[in-house]
């Protein structure tokens, strides 16, 4: 993830697997990250969720923002 999301600061936290239908395993990872775009040491908090298949390969990635709408408005992401 480092590789592709330049600009960004991950700061993984924690995480939890388990498995799941068919041979696929879910993989939760929850964590922080940072840019310029909310400015100096701000971060906002994140769940990446993967789908991994049996072969290994990432089949699905969600991003969720673990923010509340008042934290997003402060940050100036969303406008009222």
Known sequence: MREEC???KLLPEGGVS???AEGFTQIKVTGKVQTSWF????GINLAWRFLID???KIFFLAIDILASPEEL????L???
């Not at 400015?39 to 701000?42: A, P, S």
């Not at 408005?73 to 100036?76: E, T």
């Open 6 to 8: 330049y600009g960004l």
């Open 18 to 20: 388990e498995s799941a």
């Open 39 to 42: 400015g100096d040491n701000v």
């Open 54 to 56: 049996p072969q290994g």
């Open 73 to 76: 408005l402060n940050l100036g």
């Open 78 to 80: 969303v406008r009222n």
